[in-house]
């Protein structure tokens, strides 16, 4: 079983930075890809960053704003995210694909862009 736990969401003006930050527990191999989703009201659940392996993947409208980094010692794994902009807004999900291919979901954190 994985648990995953965001922290760190809340609400900025547009231009700021914020960082979440997933701790994960459980049965995690620094294989298993984790990322970070998030969803807008009315809209579907995207994918925003993701890292395994150290390879890393950007959603186009985040790619040279945002940063993600995971510590495998820690099992943690952070977003860091600058430049903020209202379309930002949404809840932002932690997810662990584990080795069997199941998905794993935290219990996500707002984050508001005023602008």
């Known amino acids: 079983q994985v648990q995953l736990v965001e922290s760190g969401g809340g609400l900025v003006q547009a231009g700021g930075s914020l960082r979440l930050s997933c701790a994960a527990s459980g049965r995690i191999f620094s294989i298993n890809p984790m990322g970070w989703y998030r969803q807008a009201p009315g809209k579907q659940r995207e994918m925003v960053a993701i890292?395994?392996?150290?390879?890393?993947k950007y959603a186009d409208s985040v790619r040279g704003r945002f940063t993600i980094s995971r510590d495998n010692a820690k099992n943690t794994v952070d977003l860091h995210m600058s430049s903020l902009v209202p379309e930002d807004t949404a809840v932002y999900y932690c997810k662990l694909t584990s080795d069997w291919g199941i998905d794993y979901w935290g219990q996500g954190t707002q984050v508001t862009v005023s602008s």
């Open positions: 890292t395994t392996s150290g390879i890393t």
